[in-house]
Structure formats: structure tokens, C-alpha cells
């Protein structure tokens, strides 16, 4: 009887012992082990981008472009503010004729843009080498009091715009603000 007795204590033990040991490990290894890349993917759908900018840009086709929460560390583990900041950037073709239109308009004053800064890695790809951009501080002014005149679901944008003629081409890169 002694030896049952015996055997009971020294598997109570090894329970009583192993079970924070084996809980501690499992914790330590979801820690440890290495999360999945959260990095946004490159969009070609247009819907959501001819809904925001296409009353003032036109009917865009043939869009990349990313929609990210720039306050997401991705991690899982940041707490969400009481804010949203939504960025939408990327290269999207005008209708023929579409950048010219919009540049050539005279109180815009479009001048030589340079080419887009802070540019996402995924989207370099999609941006001609020697497109010549065009940029108006009032056309943006333009544009983002057009989308903020819009429904209050899509956010206060800020945003700024380059323009190729050439190529019919339009850089955004625009910032949505959801209070």
C-alpha cells in the first residue's frame, strides 16, 4: 500500500510542477515565434477609387494602388486610437485627353512636379521611368474639398496629385481622416 501511495504523490507532483512549466513554454513560443508579413497588397480594383476620385479625376481604369491604416503596426498588438488615418496611394490611367484636360485648366496653375516622394516599394513597378509630372497645390485644394464635400463615411481627405499628359496618367496619394 505504500507503494501506490507513492506513485500517486510523484504524479500529483510532476502535475503540479509540469503544468506552469509546460503553460510558461507555450507563452514564451507564442511570443518568440515570428508573426506573419501584414504588409498591404497591391490593389486593381477600381470601384472604390472611381467612387472617391473619380468625380473630380474621371473615370480611372487600370489602377495600383494600396489602402492602408497607417497607424497599424500590423503586430495585432496596438491599440486602436479614436482616429483612423487611411492612406490611398497609387497610379491609376485617366480617360484620353483626361491629365491635359485637367492640367491645361489655367486656374490651376500646374507646374513640373517632380516625381512622387515616399512612394510604397510594391508600387515603383507601375510608375513609368520618364513620365513627366505635373503638380497644382490648387488643383489638391480642389480635390480634397470635392471629397470632403462628399458623404462623411469616406473620411476628411488630404491628399496631393501628379498628373503625366503624356501617358494620361494620374499619381494619388491621399489621406483619409475617420473621426
Do not use: C
Not at 515570428?34 to 504588409?39: D, F, G
Request: negative net charge; glycine residues 12%; hydrophobic residues 40%.
Amino acid at each position: 500500500m505504500d507503494t501506490q501511495r507513492g506513485r500517486t504523490n510523484r504524479r500529483r507532483f510532476l502535475l503540479i510542477a509540469g503544468l506552469p512549466l509546460l503553460t510558461a513554454g507555450a507563452g514564451l513560443t507564442y511570443l518568440m515565434w515570428p508573426e506573419p508579413s501584414r504588409r498591404p497588397e497591391v490593389r486593381t480594383d477600381l470601384e472604390p477609387l472611381n467612387r472617391r476620385l473619380g468625380p473630380f479625376l474621371g473615370e480611372l481604369t487600370d489602377a495600383h494602388w494600396l489602402g492602408y491604416d497607417i497607424d497599424d503596426a500590423g503586430d495585432g498588438r496596438s491599440i486602436p486610437g479614436p482616429d483612423s488615418r487611411i492612406r490611398v496611394v497609387g497610379v491609376a490611367h485617366l480617360p484620353a485627353g483626361g491629365a491635359a484636360a485637367i492640367t491645361g485648366k489655367p486656374d490651376h496653375a500646374f507646374a513640373a512636379g517632380g516625381a512622387p516622394s515616399d512612394l510604397p516599394d510594391a508600387l515603383r513597378q507601375y510608375l513609368p521611368a520618364a513620365a513627366t509630372w505635373q503638380h497644382s497645390p490648387g488643383f489638391d485644394a480642389y480635390a480634397n474639398g470635392q471629397g470632403a464635400a462628399g458623404q462623411a463615411s469616406d473620411g476628411i481627405p488630404s491628399g496631393r496629385y501628379l498628373f503625366d499628359p503624356a501617358r494620361d496618367l494620374v499619381h494619388f496619394d491621399v489621406l483619409y481622416l475617420f473621426t
